[in-house]
């Protein structure tokens, strides 16, 4: 295993920094496990990269129709008291807010999103607008406490 210095054209040993004749540095040539070590860090990395992206597609851009379904309020990790006091709240397609407190779904007003905005308006000055998140089956919504809520299957 040897190399040429590019300056001199002395036979090098591989290792050699610098040439032994004439002194000009020699470039390293990258070992075969450097390299691979390389190539499995780009992958990496492209890999990571590419789960981000689709999460941020998933929990993002989901927008409305992340929402649209039936979610049933979980007590044990939600600050406050649920949406509507309803055990279950559905986001319908058509923007329609429903409610079921244990006897069926109702409709109870109107629902809409904006960026991370959540919009309701149930009637009778019962408004507002909370952040919301969906990440899996869990949505979050966020006020001045935080509310979770499991999508029902
Ligand atoms: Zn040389």
Redo the contacts with the bound molecule.
Sequence with gaps: MSKI??????D?PDSAA???????A?QQKPSPTSKKKLIIFVSVIVAVVVVCILIGVLVNIGGKNALVGKWNYDMNTSEGPPLLLSDSIEFAPNGTLRYNQGYGFYDAGKWSVSGSKLYFDAGDGYEGSLEYKVRGNTLTLTGSYELVYIKDK
Excluded at 5 to 10: D, I, L, M, S
Excluded at 18 to 24: D, M, R, Y
């Design positions: 210095c590019n300056n001199c054209g002395q090098l610098v040439c032994s004749l004439c002194g000009e020699q």
